[in-house]
């Protein structure tokens, strides 16, 4: 394996393997999808970190993950079906690696995760370095600001690698990123550097024992920065990219005990010039670097620019996915009223409960994967005082290639339990606009949920009204089919083509909370089939479920969303498959429930 | 109103009323119960920016609020019925008072709350002050970090008055209450802020002058302090106490526009000698300042012990409520298996996963009302990877007293539909002792949840096995009690007894993950009453209905559970009555399912 082999290469053939991986990592992206941008700028500290350290006996905690391709290729991983099913995650995982002690997806664990590993550790009397790789966006997540600050007693043999792209920077505006500025850009260290570094060559025996002073004196001047506070001792700035630095430095930093954190600085995209240039555009691609298309976050996108150029008091909020949900259009027309958090998701919507409270209409767009982050803020900020936020829940029921930590299957069963919380779902982009205007009128806290992808428009039977919570899009008699959300629908229609002459009856469920009474009553004593992309427990199924009980009518419902286990990355298609819930499932369901009819 | 009249108090005046505040605080929790220590630690703060600043015009919002009493007599209430059914809230609450701006139960969202006040306010051209008042301990929230860090640019015209009290430094080890310390703490500024004090009279015209000179010269001195670089000027660190000093500064503070951080250290229990001395005992109160009984989290720490002793992988992990969750004894006896995480209940899961990755067996310990701040972490970190991580979910239910902000009737909904995790709730104290000797075996992540308040063991029928999931506690015909929890299965038992010689059997739901599916398949075509103290949306009544529709099986069943609204501060037994959940609910309802019977 080359994690292995590379061992015993020296600092010319490391830098060879590096541009090989570059290579690879970008063919593979061309060919599969994936993140670009940050797995080029891991490269040298990835292939540094596994020439230093012995892993999998040490330990590396990729957070996020989306920086460990490099990683992957390295420990046996070919990438080859990269994000495809049954091929290698796009996140590290346990199930594919020994490498892997982690899953990770989302921002901000990794230094919490490290340090239980440490803990855990101790006990046992181990000497293993925890080394978590983490970028200076998800260091500004809570979870990481918690695990960072809460003790100023960090474990020993405990190595946090801050992979500094500068993605704070295209913010802006972050306060952490001023503070570690600050902690560590000091004017005169730079001169001793630059004078160090014209003066001597690295490779030198004198250059070594220079480079040994340097840190000396970078300790020195950095005593009292933001790191040490935290129980760190700071070692950097280091340029991520030099692969004879980045092995002294953690050479140096594998023979000391104390708790490390290292700085370095690296570019996204690095060495892929495209990436380079514009490393948002190739953060996450699809095959041959496409762009994905998703209607209804532009639709989304589109829409929010309409009804804030009419309405004064609407705003949208976003942590960290403005592209992603929609909202670049927004963010230029209107930058006073855009507000983006960075990885900060319960920031973002107690952000918005506070300008609810202050008169206006924030829409909060999160893809329901991370808004789950905020479930707190969601119960405690918003609901509890029926403050009229409204979310967007982009990326809701199964997300395709990002797979495991990112699907969008948890949101309804934990929203729709929430006292003063309505939540929708839309089956297309046109109907996303009547509910968004169904929401703003009831001036209540409410949730749209959409996934992504291309949707077609269906047409409109009886657009949304107190009156008119669901809609009938196809009448029939014997089996009614309850779809909730724009994928149900369309299959649900689907299968009604497919189970032909038969004629079920379906239904657009376009509110899952509340659900709409009337229509349930009246088709109360059929067979029912509720449909859905979400998980089954505690889902919209089980809202009807209850709804008959309460009402104590007689019920013959088949429940149809996801069963109870994690999804793994492939095509969305193919995870609906996975899951029964495609047209075809749903037909061979109608053709059963007539069967049992006669 | 007072708030109105203190505007023309002079200082000996407000001096005078903070006395008597005081002893109202003191009278009012010893009646009710309540929070004592922070609230007199906050009586001067209070007046002073009550003193300086117009609310409701301008905005005082309280973090956590547990500090709100004082606030709370200054703006017409009188605490009386505090806590009590139809009495004051413990907390800030707008439907109590236009001078409460937000409801605040959890901590570290009052800076997110205000800033997005300014972003609304801004926007309209307002002018007023937003003012924010936190403690140190819920800075180190991550949402409150998350606010602070987000943004280097902090709106203007906003204060946020940090409420040092300490209590960081009661867990002694937090990294961020040494960042701010450092930041403060020069030692060239308090020779020379002694030597002023020594040398002039405070009140005398030159001492007011001086004043403004020393806070121009702690301005210099502090100017790379931590918050300057999160965008606020940094004021501080003033008496808490000292209402003269308060008056001024304020006065100086409402003068200015840029965003502020105003650093006043005060004393827990101020004034108050026994709460001075043990603040952490008078926190939180019963009447006459009794220490609330409570058998689970008693019956919790002692297990943890007995099976820590045993069992060298076993550890507690908790956040900021040791004494609450009953783990006192545990710290003291296992100081390196325990781990305190301060206001920081999402570090706390990820780290405790990366424990049990770490081959250790976390138990981690929260009240159901904090755990949903982890929400996240316990899918992502811990469930997808299955991780044995146990959650000794306290507090679950109806909380009484703390009311809206802190009930325990969400977790069954949030909890039981995620993928690998297990879901108890065991009938006594001796059976979570089964729970937790079963959940360890299965080694899988689980979780127990348990109430507050007293609960006698009800005896054992059968301890739970793989084979027996349920227990019958009282075998019957016709209508089946399906009662999860401890205080449904000992209502259920009640109610049993109040509709005699109707019997019902009255089985104890233990698990309400996995369910027993062997029994609910013997049962199925009874009347059937599914009863828990938790949500009925998506909760133990969802699931039993879920399971019928996917097995097809006929089922006349009726859930009662908690209807979809907050319940408020009131007893818990009250609660239950307003929810009907009491056993006499229940008893009503099975009479009227046997009536249907015959």
Redesign the interface.
Known sequence: MLAEEIKNYDIKQLKELAEILRGQIVERVRENGGHLSSNLGAVEITLALHKVFSFPGDKLIFDVGHQSYAHKLLTGRDLSRLRQEGGESGFPD?EESAYD??????SG?SV??????????D??GGKEKVICLIGDASL????A?????????KPENFVVVLNDNGMSIAKN???????IS?ATAKKRYRKFNSFLSKTFKETSAFGRYLRKVKYSVKGWLNK?A?FE???FKYVGPVNGHDLSELCAVLENIRAIERPVLLHVVTQKGKGYAPAEEDPSRYHGVGKNFSESKNSFSDALGKLLCERAAAD?RI?AVTAAMTDGVGLSEFAEKFP??F?E??I?E??AV???????????R?VVCLYSTFL??A???I???V???SLPVLFCVDRAGFVGADG??HQGL?DV??L?????LDVYAPKDCAELADLFDFAMERGRPAAIRYPNGYAKNLGCVRRISENCLWEIVSPGDGVAVLASGARAVARALEAKKLVSPLDPMIVNCRTV?PLDEKLLKEIAGRQIVAFEEG?????F???V??F???N?LP?????MGAP???VAHAGAEEQAQACRLTAGDLALKIRALFAREQ
């Open positions: 346990p002690p982690f899953i990770a997806g989302h664990t919490a995760l490290g340090i239980g590993l440490c803990n855990a550790r006990l046992a500004g997540n809570g979870v600001l918690e695990s960072v600050f809460s003790s100023e007693k505006n972050s306060a952490l990123y001023r503070a600050k009292n933001f506070r935290c129980g004064g705003a006073e009223r507000f958090t960075g900060s319960s920031y107690a952000m918005a409960a506070g300008m609810a409270k202050g008169g206006m924030p789950q982050r479930y707190d803020q119960v405690h900020d609901c509890i005082s495991k930590t948890f069963s934990f729709r339990g929430i006292p003063n909370s998980y089954e427990s505690g889902g199924g089980g809202a479920a209850e008959y009980a309460d104590a019920v013959r419902l088949k429940i109870k286990k994690f």
